[in-house]
């Protein structure tokens, strides 16, 4: 039987020549994880935020955020954080985040659109929990947990963004997506919340693995968190 199908589906198109289209979007997330930072602000009070712009490259993750950022001004002053990975269903609880801010008073660039809100944890419905290393708290229903401490605290090549080098200190797992007497993640089991153009997923199923994984893949293997 032959289908016909939109020239748009790329999946068709493998192998073939494609004429591409110039564009200008206005943001580049292609797909990354969201992540909510833990911080400390002056009062010593926890400020929680979400962003989606974080890469690890061995134990030190990169975060990335605006220049007018509370939890940049925090990691400034106080380098102590925790970076908390939310599963897929813990969306709402971001959401509920992205509009607050732990400044007061707001930024002129985010009047209008943000508001002051100093209990993250409340507004977000989440609870904190002692970390072990870093002064503060973890996100409790976050499956991920590393606490880690700023090492360096820089501007962008534009000076809008703030790029902050954390070493991370410990990582906390959700003992149903770590491989049973290894220090290995299961990657069949864990999904994180993925921020693609402003848009919540989840991962979709696995495609295959790199030559270089400890975790080959496991049929018995199903997704619990």
Request: net charge neutral; proline share 9%; charged share 20%.
């Amino acid at each position: 039987m032959e289908t016909t199908s939109s020239s748009n589906d790329f999946r068709t198109s493998r192998g073939a020549d494609v004429d591409h289209v110039t564009i200008a979007p206005s943001v580049l997330y292609f797909g990354t994880p969201v992540a909510l930072l833990s911080t400390e602000n002056a009062d010593g009070t926890a400020n929680l935020a979400p962003m989606s712009s974080a890469w690890a490259l061995g134990d030190v993750m990169v975060l990335g955020m605006g220049g007018s950022s509370h939890t940049a001004a925090n990691l400034e002053a106080r380098p102590d954080l925790v970076i908390n990975f939310p599963s897929p269903e813990q969306w709402p609880a971001v959401e509920r985040l992205a509009p607050l801010t732990g400044r007061n008073p707001v930024p002129d660039q985010k009047r209008g659109v943000f508001r002051f809100e100093p209990d993250k944890f409340g507004a977000a419905g989440l609870r904190p929990e002692p970390s072990n290393l870093v002064r503060p708290p973890r996100v409790a229903e976050c499956p991920v947990q590393l606490e880690a401490r700023a090492t360096r605290v820089r501007a962008d090549a534009t000076g809008s963004f703030r790029i902050i080098e954390a070493r991370v200190l410990r990582v906390h797992c959700d003992p149903r997506i770590v491989v049973g007497g290894t220090d290995h993640i299961d990657p069949t089991a864990w999904s994180p919340l993925i921020y693609n153009f402003r848009h919540y997923f989840g991962l979709g199923r696995e495609l295959g693995h790199s030559f270089r994984s400890q975790t080959p893949h496991r049929k018995d293997a199903t997704t619990s968190v």
